[in-house]
């Protein structure tokens, strides 16, 4: 579900669904390492003022993770026009994401272990991405790049937890209800409510996401409000269990397409499309919405400045 626009950062895991999986692979099964090459997931060594974790070295020599992430980073700059803070991650579902500054003139990075070896040609690919991740310079390549290096992706055997019931909605029954009306009971993916959010202002919210790696549908938290109609909640399950539906096609370029005329087409034929759609565009909305978080921010810092006052013994 596309969600409310933000300019502050593009993410292949936290965009909207379309992009968010151009880039979600399935690996195959991994061998178990030896002993002697388990490192701990937290352990991590410094480069530089960034981290790289240690996973992402164990296969090289700490030198030479060095030497590739600083000429990965020098490149990124040189083809995008940003100065690049690089991270290099293990990550098993976002392989690249980028913030930018107020200024527009510095890049945060993160990618995936797999590009510290990339062709000069990818490499490139992935600077324009950084330059303008709406153009879609190069998806195809990175898209292709990444398909052939999904076997540096670890598998994330992790169960995942799912919660469907919430204050004012139970995701479950309008999963079930929608299933049965209009996918005929086909759809077999999980859903549940999303985590919620770190403490810090935002300007979008993403309503909801379908992750097919773990055939996962997980909704904003946000959403379980008293003001928020049913039809919408509806709407953004029935949306999400779309995807789930329909899969991923693939054009002849190797560029895989989510939002399709025929996804379009089923999409719109929902009975409140246009309802819900109005729902979504109405700014009003967004604002209560994230009004929610900012209030929840106000009241933690409220609550930690009385646990200080306390603590200083300014009140009893």
């Given at each position: 579900m596309p969600k409310n626009r933000s300019a502050q950062g593009r993410s292949y895991r936290s965009r909207p669904i379309l992009e968010q999986l151009e880039f979600s692979w399935v690996p195959p099964p991994t061998p178990e390492p030896s002993a002697r090459s388990q490192v701990s997931a937290r352990s991590q060594v410094e480069l530089g003022n960034e981290r790289v974790s240690e996973r992402v070295v164990q296969r090289q020599h700490p030198i030479e993770a060095i030497e590739a992430r600083t000429a990965l980073q020098s490149a990124l700059a040189s083809c995008s026009g940003f100065r690049i803070s690089l991270t290099i991650t293990d990550n098993t579902s976002s392989m690249m994401s980028v913030k930018y500054d107020r200024s527009r003139t510095m890049a945060r990075v993160r990618v995936h272990r797999m590009f510290l070896s990339a062709p000069p040609e990818v490499v490139r690919a992935l600077g324009l991405w950084v330059k303008s991740p709406r153009a879609h310079k190069g998806d195809g390549l990175l898209d292709a790049y990444i398909r052939a290096n999904d076997h540096q992706i670890r598998r994330d055997t992790r169960a995942a937890r799912t919660e469907t019931r919430g204050e004012h909605f139970d995701l479950k029954a309008i999963f079930d209800e929608l299933n049965r009306r209009?996918?005929?009971?086909?759809?077999?993916?999980?859903?549940?409510?999303?985590?919620?959010?770190?403490?810090?202002?935002?300007?979008?919210?993403?309503?909801?996401?379908?992750?097919?790696?773990?055939?996962?549908?997980?909704?904003?938290?946000?959403?379980?409000?008293?003001?928020?109609?049913?039809?919408?909640?509806?709407?953004?399950?029935?949306?999400?269990?779309?995807?789930?539906?329909?899969?991923?096609?693939?054009?002849?370029?190797?560029?895989?397409r989510i939002?399709?005329?025929?996804?379009?087409?089923?999409?719109?034929?929902?009975?409140?499309?246009?309802?819900?759609?109005?729902?979504?565009?109405?700014?009003?909305?967004?604002?209560?919405?994230?009004?929610?978080?900012?209030?929840?921010?106000?009241?933690?810092?409220?609550?930690?400045?009385?646990?200080?006052?306390?603590?200083?013994?300014?009140?009893?």
């Amino acid at each position: 579900m596309p969600k409310n626009r933000s300019a502050q950062g593009r993410s292949y895991r936290s965009r909207p669904i379309l992009e968010q999986l151009e880039f979600s692979w399935v690996p195959p099964p991994t061998p178990e390492p030896s002993a002697r090459s388990q490192v701990s997931a937290r352990s991590q060594v410094e480069l530089g003022n960034e981290r790289v974790s240690e996973r992402v070295v164990q296969r090289q020599h700490p030198i030479e993770a060095i030497e590739a992430r600083t000429a990965l980073q020098s490149a990124l700059a040189s083809c995008s026009g940003f100065r690049i803070s690089l991270t290099i991650t293990d990550n098993t579902s976002s392989m690249m994401s980028v913030k930018y500054d107020r200024s527009r003139t510095m890049a945060r990075v993160r990618v995936h272990r797999m590009f510290l070896s990339a062709p000069p040609e990818v490499v490139r690919a992935l600077g324009l991405w950084v330059k303008s991740p709406r153009a879609h310079k190069g998806d195809g390549l990175l898209d292709a790049y990444i398909r052939a290096n999904d076997h540096q992706i670890r598998r994330d055997t992790r169960a995942a937890r799912t919660e469907t019931r919430g204050e004012h909605f139970d995701l479950k029954a309008i999963f079930d209800e929608l299933n049965r009306r209009h996918f005929s009971g086909a759809v077999s993916a999980a859903i549940t409510w999303g985590r919620m959010p770190e403490l810090r202002r935002r300007r979008s919210i993403r309503f909801g996401s379908y992750y097919p790696r773990e055939d996962l549908i997980r909704i904003h938290p946000f959403l379980d409000q008293a003001f928020v109609p049913a039809y919408f909640v509806r709407y953004i399950v029935f949306h999400e269990m779309l995807h789930a539906y329909l899969g991923i096609e693939e054009s002849a370029s190797g560029r895989q397409r989510i939002h399709t005329a025929a996804f379009k087409r089923l999409d719109r034929g929902f009975p409140d499309y246009a309802r819900a759609v109005a729902w979504q565009d109405n700014s009003r909305n967004l604002g209560k919405l994230l009004a929610k978080q900012n209030g929840l921010r106000m009241s933690l810092g409220g609550w930690l400045s009385g646990m200080c006052r306390k603590v200083a013994g300014v009140s009893s």
